[in-house]
């Protein structure tokens, strides 16, 4: 299998993990294991690494590159299922996290997986393989629900055109491929639109990220990953789009929330502590010679939270 596989801001991603020998880590997104092989090369004989994926043809790419390194172990698991996994093997808390979202360059360069627009294939976009697909989604959900999540995970503005005629077509045929899919989008949309950039795709991300529940798994993923750190710990989340890094965002605010008295008190009386601190205040972004080498790379944002321990003020 033909995994290629180019790991974005995996120098950062290492620095900003602060990687011990004797630690114990997780990969909550294998993929190609760029960064799963990175972190294990730098774990010593004490030192365990959990690589985790949803997607079965990623498991199996990981655990054929990671069979070099003792000291690594893949798993076919959403990272939403991360403290169950990491109960199942008996590990309490761990030094570090790393979850690179979004769809891999393998889902996206293998035409019949039916995540891309530029080649035609069946509508499918399951990351896991599982469960409802984008042919299921287009077919089967109402005009308003369609639009509503073209328009959320999407940002489309023409939302609501391309829904209605997604249900138009399918009463004289199902929308079966994602040619089908791409044309009906296309006709949606002025001219103007489809000659500035390609009108595909924020409806097709929109699709996929309702098909797999990338939102909810997100949040329920962030949760446990941050919990299943030891105090010290650091998670650190690549995201590629801004629905994505506004929940990571979110969320790290408001473990580094101290005080969470009513504004209007004088004084706290609370004594809430910050549970994580702000490794990077802003996003850490792709400098000039990555952006040459790896396209993927141009809109990811990495941020990295450390979880504090009972000391820190």
């Known amino acids: 299998m033909d995994f290629h596989h180019i790991p974005v801001l995996l120098d950062e991603c290492l620095d900003g993990l602060a990687i011990r020998p004797d ?3 997780v990969d909550g997104t294998a993929g190609g294991a760029g960064h799963s092989s990175a972190i294990a090369s730098r774990l010593g004989e004490n030192g365990r690494l959990i690589a985790l994926d949803r997607d079965p043809d990623a498991v199996a790419v990981a655990t054929e590159r990671l069979s070099v ?10 990272y939403s299922e991360m403290r169950y996994v990491l109960d199942e093997l008996g590990i309490d808390s761990v030094d570090g996290i790393l979850m690179d979202l979004g769809v891999s360059s393998f889902q996206l360069d293998e035409g019949s997986r039916g995540f891309s627009y530029h080649s035609d294939a069946p509508l499918d976009m399951r990351m896991s393989k599982e469960g409802m697909s984008a042919a299921d ?3 089967t959900y109402s005009e308003s629900e369609i639009a509503r999540i073209i328009f959320e995970y999407g940002e489309e503005k023409f939302s609501r055109k391309i829904a209605a005629n997604i249900v138009k077509a399918r009463e004289t045929a199902p929308i079966e491929t994602t040619v089908q899919l791409a044309d009906i989008i296309r006709e949606s949309v002025p001219q103007k639109a489809r000659r500035e950039k390609n009108p595909c795709k924020k409806t097709f991300q929109a699709i996929r ?4 529940g990338e939102f909810e798994h997100l949040s329920k993923g962030l949760e446990d990953a941050f919990f299943c750190l030891k105090p010290g710990g650091r998670l650190a989340v690549i995201t590629f789009h801004s629905l994505e890094d ?3 965002k979110q969320k790290f605010a408001s473990w580094c929330k101290g005080c969470i008295c009513p504004p209007d008190f004088p004084q706290c009386v609370c004594g809430h502590k910050p549970d994580g601190k702000l490794v990077n205040r802003k996003p850490i972004e792709a400098d000039s010679s990555e952006l040459e080498r790896n396209n ?3 809109s990811a944002k990495l941020r990295v939270i450390e979880r504090c321990s009972d000391n820190d003020d």
Not at 69 to 78: D, E, Y
Not at 209 to 212: E, L, W
């Open 23 to 25: 630690g114990t880590y």
């Open 69 to 78: 390194f003792p000291n690594a172990q893949v798993i076919h698991s959403n």
């Open 137 to 139: 989604l287009v077919n």
């Open 209 to 212: 990220i309702a098909v797999n």
């Open 246 to 248: 506004r929940i990571v």
């Open 296 to 298: 993927r790379s141009r």
